[in-house]
């Protein structure tokens, strides 16, 4: 390892591994009898996985899958591939079978860490793969290798030399239209959110205990959970299981966390259950923070009602790492995105490229150091997202006179009502500040002339009727937001349709 030696895992795990930090807590699981991790433990292990790769044959830029629950073996599993030069590819662990099986493949892992939990959802693909050599089991192997056994057999090598420019890891996308493309980012991308959003806007502090429910496979919860602590010596709470509200309550209530990062729809399930009293252990929470989807001004007002403290509701991408537009702690207005986080540059443009003024829709525009290399094996896509130091967002916005953006949609969702845009989103703000509606989503339907109209689908809250629901939610929407905006369908349906990182998926309900 030399000096020069720009391998993130240096500035996220060697400098802490002694020192006041080594033996503070780094990991914790929140579920009962949750194990630790601490700062100097997460140095030693992850030293070991370099000899368990040379062992089995996995070479430096190989790719190593991951399918593992938030537990301490995670943060041990990345870092030490960092370390030895292999590169990790954090998957989703609720997809279905078959997409598991095109991930694997397009990215050719060589070896797969998975959970004993999800081995039934991807173990039938395994005996068709070409390129999957190994197969390490966190828990009751069976006819696998043992992941515990295999690094305790290990003996520690040092970190390999890597350049801020080289490929660090991979994350899948987990776009709206179902589709995963492989994003590579380099190591410098992992510093960069870090020095951004995690030092400007999060203001994290090495005092804090940071609990996100949004999973370590996803962009902005692995930034939540390993890049931000790790940057300042803070603890994670890591929680294994699927987050409801019940069980995120325990966990707050086991672990008191300062930080805690959720996304809109968890939210708002959560405000809902609450019912106007702050669950145990949520006085300690200082910040919260909310990104994957954007935030109903209700949800943002309701959870500060009862917690105490507003919902920092920001804007990220899976290519873009984390967020790089956000409301700030002094400077929260629910209904808008916010501003550019330091950092970052903005610009909100129409077809042609050119920026639109304030009061016009536009596609966003971002510039930043923590951008994605390249879509794997997607030249057209890249072309069309990466354009020099800017990165195409897809997502539509209105910039106002006094620099803060309004979200409209997504560019495939956006559509035009007697030749006059409409924001799906504006009209879903209009339906959820309705008292018996929980979520909505609003679509483009042809009427029996062929022309397009809003439609809706509404979620109501627990023990709420939807007797003259339809007529009341019409009328709430000409009354806010105009007369051609609101929806002329009105369908009451028990569940949107969403990706496991909480984006709902308008194109399921387009047909």
């Not at 503070?24 to 000899?51: C, H, W």
């Not at 995670?74 to 292999?86: H, N, Y």
């Not at 069980?247 to 996304?263: D, Q």
């Amino acid at each position: 390892m030399t000096e020069s030696n720009q391998n993130a895992a240096i500035y996220f795990v060697e400098r802490h591994r002694r020192g006041p930090l080594a033996q503070k807590p780094a990991f914790v699981e929140g579920i009962e009898n949750g194990r630790i991790l601490t700062y100097g433990t997460l140095a030693e292990q992850s030293d070991l996985m370099a000899d368990l790769y040379a062992r089995h044959g996995i070479r430096r830029e190989e790719r190593a899958a991951m399918m593992v629950l938030d537990s301490i073996e995670f943060p041990i599993i990345f870092w030490g591939s960092l370390k030895a030069g292999v590169v990790p590819v954090p998957l989703n662990t609720l997809l279905a079978t078959d997409i598991y099986d095109g991930i694997l493949k397009d990215c050719r892992a060589r070896v797969l860490f998975i959970s004993e939990l999800l081995l039934p959802a991807v173990e039938s693909t395994f005996a068709n793969n070409p390129y999957l050599k190994k197969v390490f089991v966190i828990g009751e192997p069976g006819p696998y290798l043992s992941f515990a056994d295999e690094l305790a057999a290990g003996k520690p090598e040092p970190v390999v030399d890597a350049c801020g420019d080289e490929t660090a890891f991979w994350l899948y996308s987990s776009g709206s239209t179902g589709l995963p493309k492989g994003v590579r980012h380099v190591h410098s991308s992992l510093a960069a959110t870090a020095d951004t959003y995690g030092a400007n806007v999060l203001g994290i502090r090495e005092d804090d205990t940071i609990f996100s429910a949004a999973k370590l496979f996803f962009a902005y919860g692995f930034g939540n959970g390993m890049t931000f602590p790790m940057s300042v010596g803070a603890t994670t709470v890591l929680y294994p299981l699927r987050p409801t509200p019940e069980g995120v309550f325990e966990v707050i209530a086991r672990t008191r966390p300062s930080i805690f990062g959720g996304v809109p729809t968890l939210y708002a399930a959560m405000v809902a259950a609450m019912r106007s009293k702050r669950p145990e252990g949520a006085d300690a929470i200082r910040r919260s923070i909310s990104a994957g989807e954007a935030l109903p001004e209700e949800v943002g007002k309701g959870w500060k009602a009862v917690i105490g403290t507003d919902i920092l509701d920001g804007v990220g991408s899976t290519e873009m790492l984390h967020i790089f537009l956000s409301n700030t702690p002094d400077s929260v207005e629910y209904g808008t995105s916010g501003v550019a986080v330091p950092g970052y540059e903005l610009r909100v443009v129409d077809e042609t490229g050119a920026e639109v003024g304030a009061g016009e829709i536009g596609e966003l525009l971002v510039k930043g150091k923590s951008s994605a290399d390249n879509y794997w094996n997607q030249r057209d896509k890249s072309r069309n997202t990466f354009e020099g130091e800017w990165t195409r967002t897809g997502d539509k916005y209105v910039k106002r006179a006094d620099g803060r953006l309004v979200y409209c949609g997504r560019t495939d969702d956006m559509f035009k009502v007697s030749g006059i845009w409409v924001s799906p989103f504006e009209v879903e703000q209009a339906l959820t500040r309705h008292p018996s509606v929980l979520e909505a989503a609003v679509v483009a339907r042809k009427d029996e002339k062929g022309l397009e109209k809003p439609a809706a689908f509404v979620v109501l809250k627990q023990g709420e009727s939807a007797d003259g629901l339809a007529e009341a939610l019409k009328e709430l929407v000409q009354t806010q937001i105009g007369k051609w905006k609101y929806p002329r369908w009105i369908e009451v349906v028990d569940e949107l349709p969403k990706t496991a990182t909480g984006k709902i998926q308008r194109f399921k309900l387009r047909g």
